[in-house]
DNA sequence: GTACTATGTGAGCAATACCTCACATTGACT
DNA sequence: AGTCAATGTGAGGTATTGCTCACATAGTAC
């Protein structure tokens, strides 16, 4: 069919390791030395490469971002899908463990790192593909929620996202012994409590 | 007694309002336009001043970047004490409304301000004076809750304020109806919840 | 008016960033 | 060995930024 047929399939090996290496460089970059710091000629340089390289792989400097972000947020995912793993049959609270630890490990490994791509999602997601892929997790987890009743899977799988990450990404070097536990209560009360608990004197 | 004294109180209105004018336009830009948008010239132009002017006031850039973060914060603290007044008979979930309240409000009025200001607190909270403006917010809160019998009042505070900030700038845009009560609920559930509750099948 | 200080101005410097492009290198196939 | 395309290189163009400093203006006291 193909009537312009390329030859033979072209050696991808090197490129899509030299992107790796574009990308591993950067993650080290943004966890080490912040964003201020993350630029091209930095980046080429931790990675081995010539400048030139990265705009062989990468239309712009955003672009490696965005990358960076589709690979963390592809990360994290599986992460969840591995603990959620044959959580169906357990109870709510113990489910729910499960996925908070998922996620204070995964902030834990790399916590500049995470926090910086959370702030560039934001800023790039306006208009771009970032979306789709961080609206993935969101899908898993309100599936999850689904499974167990909740009213509004969608809305709450978002604030719970939402409740995790501030409270991981704020207390991470202040206190970040019993997180887990601590963040879990908060999910617990948000999904349990009705409308209006707790109005005795 | 002052042996050197200034001959006169020179008059600081003029530069007061330059100051109040610098201030005002950043917060402008940072909100219209954002971080990326933020740089000297603009705020000059915007505040209707010469670029010199703002390195009379400030010794440099992020000089008033962390002016643009203690204002904020002060004010802050401010709803929350004007939310606190009078609500120490109240049960506590309706305490808990009128705090959170005042928070969404807060985040509301100016919410991709409140954001960058939240981020740049971070940056710029290394080892500067940001953190004794900010800490002075958390302390209020740790009174509250250290009033109504919480174990940990201080961990406490920083969970339910991370907590709250989380989900207001994650549902902001997305979800903000009933957002309040949304985020009380899972302070709620923070607070009330004992360590290891609804453990049966 | 004169003197003096406080306040305001903005052209331009030094530094840095992103990115291009003409060129070098590599490696498969003949 | 020779050919060709894929891949890699990095000096430098272009643009922007934070900031300085020599100067102008305004206001007060005499």
Redesign the pocket.
């Given at each position: 069919m193909t009537a312009i047929a390329?030859?033979?399939p072209?050696?991808?090996?090197?490129?899509q390791?030299?992107?790796t290496d574009i990308l591993e460089a950067a993650a080290h970059i943004l966890e080490d030395r912040g964003l201020?710091?993350?630029?091209?000629?930095?980046?080429?340089e931790r990675a081995?490469?010539?400048?030139?390289?990265?705009?062989?792989?990468?239309?712009?400097?955003?672009?490696?971002m965005v990358a960076l972000v589709r690979r963390e947020a592809l990360r994290f995912e599986r992460d969840l899908e591995v603990a959620l793993a044959g959580a169906e049959s357990l109870p709510l609270e113990a489910a729910l463990t499960r996925l908070v630890r998922a996620a204070v490990d995964h902030q834990s490994a790399q916590p500049n790192l995470a926090r910086i791509l959370d702030i560039e999602e934001r800023r790039l997601g306006i208009g771009t593909e970032v979306e789709a892929t961080t609206q993935g997790t969101a899908a898993r987890l309100a599936a999850f929620l689904d499974q167990r009743g909740v009213t509004d899977p969608a809305i709450a799988a978002l604030d719970l996202a939402n409740m995790a990450r501030g409270m991981i990404d704020g207390a991470l070097d202040a206190d970040p012994a019993d997180l887990t536990r601590r963040i879990v209560r908060a999910a617990l009360g948000y999904l349990t409590l009705g409308s209006q608990a707790a109005g005795g004197p």
């Open positions: 390329p030859r033979k072209p050696r991808q090996n090197r490129s390791q030299t992107v201020a710091k993350f630029n091209t000629n930095a980046v080429a081995g490469v010539s400048i030139g390289s990265i705009y062989q792989y990468f239309p712009g400097k955003d672009a490696v």
